[in-house]
């Protein structure tokens, strides 16, 4: 999932993007009970800086955290899943955290696909815009996402 934003900054936990499934079902609840969600700023105990979160029934909440702001310039942002091997949070092309995982994507029950939303309600929207955001059937390396970063987004 590859993303160029800018994040304008603001409170944190917002969503770059979020992919799943609150407690409530198709709406926003009290809490995401199945996701893959990307953010500009946590409160990661390792890392306030983007990070992502993959939670799945029956299975432990997985954070990538980082250091590395985002804020107040055009970004590309990208989370690369490799079902039941890695996970991996990039930003401009470079790999900022990655870490293994069993999960497989067909654990997340993605019912709610959002762009700039969370699916608990008490987040904030995203504060910022987007030029583009892609969704590939495949992991994509660094060296691919950093060809795509010189590309850019595809012109309007």
């Known amino acids: ?3 160029w934003t800018t994040w ?8 770059v993007f979020d992919f ?3 407690d409530l079902g198709e709406k926003q609840g009290n809490s995401g009970k199945s996701y893959i969600a990307v953010m500009p700023s946590t409160g990661f105990a390792n890392g306030t800086g983007l990070g992502a979160e993959v939670a799945a ?3 432990a909440t ?6 590395q702001m985002m804020n107040n310039r055009p970004a590309q942002v990208a989370f690369s899943f490799k079902s039941g091997e ?3 949070l990039l930003l401009d092309g470079v790999s900022l955290i990655k870490a293994t995982t069993s999960l497989e994507l067909a654990n997340i029950d993605d019912v709610n696909d959002w762009v700039g939303e969370s699916q608990w309600s008490k987040d904030n929207a995203y504060h ?8 590939y059937s495949v992991a994509l390396n660094a060296c691919q996402l950093h ?10």
């Open 20 to 22: 799943g499934v609150s």
């Open 57 to 59: 029934p029956g299975a």
């Open 147 to 156: 060809t795509l970063l010189v590309r850019g987004p595809d012109a309007p």
């Open 128 to 135: 910022g815009t987007f030029d583009e955001l892609r969704i």
């Open 86 to 88: 890695s996970m991996e």
């Open 62 to 67: 997985l954070q990538l955290p980082s250091p």
């Open 8 to 15: 304008l900054g603001g409170a944190g936990y917002q969503r």
């Open 1 to 3: 999932i590859v993303a």
